[in-house]
């Protein structure tokens, strides 16, 4: 009795299992001064990604580069562990930071980076 190799399939991507890429071109296509911003985006599909047909859909999640997180920390003096380094990776505009966001970062900030964050 032997055994019949089944056929390795191509993972399905979805929300839940989304396929990683990064962006290789934006560029606006309406003329300036235009009220509307209609962009030509082209991404990195790779031999292993995806393909691309008429009709599907593209979520875009962007993530803070690495570099900005740590800045980000190290000049407020804050512990970068797991939890605050994904929240400021996917959630947190760093390059815009608003006043509702620094007020919070504020309440849990202890010693000169409460100081800091208060001035």
């Known amino acids: 009795m032997s055994a019949t190799p089944t056929p390795t399939t191509a993972p399905a991507f979805s929300r839940n ?4 890429s990064h962006l290789q071109e934006n ?5 300036q001064g235009s009220s509307k911003d209609t962009r030509h985006i082209v991404i ?4 292993s990604g995806p393909t691309y047909q008429c009709g599907d859909s593209l979520g875009v999640v962007p993530r803070n580069p690495e570099s900005l997180i ?4 190290e000049k407020l003096g804050l512990h970068d562990d797991a939890v605050l380094h994904e929240t400021l990776a996917t959630s947190a505009v760093l390059n815009r930071v608003g006043k509702k966001f620094v007020k919070a970062v504020a309440e849990k900030a202890t010693g000169s980076a409460k100081d800091n964050l208060q001035a």
């Open 27 to 31: 560029r606006r296509l309406n003329q």
């Open 17 to 20: 299992n989304p396929f990683r």
């Open 70 to 73: 740590r800045e980000f920390t």
């Open 44 to 47: 990195q599909l790779g031999s």
